[in-house]
């Protein structure tokens, strides 16, 4: 079955890949969310950008359209079919996120609010990337703060750089430097991103605003560009399934349901899963397979979109019976025609000890 998999994977049929945005509090993590987001409605096309549970899916229509003004010459080519996007920012998410020791997290966005430099929980933050060996970039955030800013919506920043005045210019360059100086002293080499010669060596500081929008495109395009560059291997689509519990939920009229963020295969309605619980394994049966309705659409409390399958990458709800006891950040997996059940539970069982340590420490 392994091998099957392998003999599948083609650079053409590239899976979308998983970001999540980690750093300290008040950075601007959930506001560079709300931003990139945002579709305008003015131009009507939204381009398809849907959310889903728990992480928000842009295709890449999307992406392109947020990208062309820092795109023009048409020099960066698309190959993943998306990009999915972790909803909640922060350590917790990332830290769930992750498979045998791994990220699940492709890509991560470290923000930095460019008048705080480094605080304590971005340096934590840089700690967990390291440790997960995640390739991230950094939004060097809320740029309209320096003083005397002019606005240019949603621009890109070399262009609204050079339109501000010689001062402004001159207190970017200061905390440019200052930032510079303060991630050398965490050991990682840092530059602007379009002074960034060597992206495996150096990590890249983008600037932006999540008010004004600056700079948004220039995340956009880099973050394809890094998971293009860096990890096309990875990202090769696998029949072989992985799978994480994010979150345990109680839903009126669905009892006891779990948030999963399906990061390769393919996940059906019926297919026997195994994960892990808090009184031992837990074997049961996917009765359904649920995301939002989609944003246009009135929201009805409660009421979802079934699936009778979903494909990787997305972010989906799944209701079974015997749920009440999983725990976020359980592997789980899928009981197929040659496997044996009790095998699997062994093998989800195996990454306990890891996650009750968490547990207990947070
Ligand atoms: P989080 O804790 O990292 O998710 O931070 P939030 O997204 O909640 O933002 C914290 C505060 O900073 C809020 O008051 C935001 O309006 C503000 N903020 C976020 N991004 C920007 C930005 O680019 N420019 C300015 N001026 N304020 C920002």
Redesign the pocket.
């Known amino acids: 079955q392994h091998e099957e998999a392998l003999a599948a994977r083609s650079k053409d049929n590239l899976r979308s890949p998983i970001c999540c945005i980690l750093?300290?509090?008040?950075?601007?993590?959930?506001?560079?969310?709300?931003k990139i987001r945002q579709t305008n409605v003015q131009e009507g096309e939204a381009g398809g950008i849907t959310q889903q549970i728990g992480a928000t899916y842009f295709p890449v229509e999307a992406i392109k359209q947020k990208t062309e003004v820092v795109n023009q010459d048409g020099s960066l080519e698309f190959n993943v079919p998306g990009l999915l996007v972790i909803d909640t920012?922060g350590h917790e998410s990332f830290t769930n996120l992750r498979s045998r020791g791994s990220s699940l997290c492709n890509i991560a966005i470290l923000?930095v609010d460019i008048m705080h430099g480094l605080e304590p929980q971005t340096i934590e933050s840089i700690r967990l990337l390291r440790d997960r060996k995640t390739p991230f970039i950094v939004a060097l955030?809320?740029?309209?703060?320096l003083y005397g800013w002019k606005d240019i919506p949603n621009n890109g920043f070399q262009d609204s750089l050079s339109k501000q005045s010689k001062a402004v210019q001159n207190e970017f360059k200061e905390r440019l430097a200052q930032t510079k100086l303060a991630f050398a002293e965490q050991s990682l080499n840092a530059e602007l991103f379009y002074e960034n010669k060597n992206m495996s060596r150096y990590v890249s500081l983008v600037p932006?605003?999540?008010?004004?929008g600056e700079g948004i495109p220039d995340m956009l395009k880099l973050l394809i560009t890094l998971t293009q560059q860096r990890m096309a291997e990875k990202l090769m689509y696998l029949s072989e399934l992985e799978c994480t519990v994010l979150e345990v939920k109680v839903i009126e009229g669905l009892g006891t349901t779990i948030d999963v963020v399906l990061s390769n295969g393919v996940l059906r309605e019926g297919d026997r899963i195994v994960l892990c619980g808090l009184n031992g394994p837990i074997a049961t049966t996917v009765r359904a397979l649920l995301t939002p309705q989609p944003l246009k659409e009135l929201r009805v409390k409660g009421s979802y979109v079934h699936h009778k399958e979903v494909k990787a990458a997305l972010g989906v709800k799944i209701a079974a019976n015997d749920l009440e006891n999983a725990i976020a950040g359980s592997r789980l997996l899928v009981v197929g025609p040659d496997d044996d059940e009790e095998d699997l539970e062994e093998e989800v069982m195996s990454d306990l000890e890891g996650l009750l340590n968490k547990v207990e420490k947070s």
């Open positions: 750093g300290h509090v008040d950075t601007g993590k959930t506001k560079l969310l709300d920012p923000v955030n809320k740029i309209d703060r932006t605003s999540a008010h004004t």
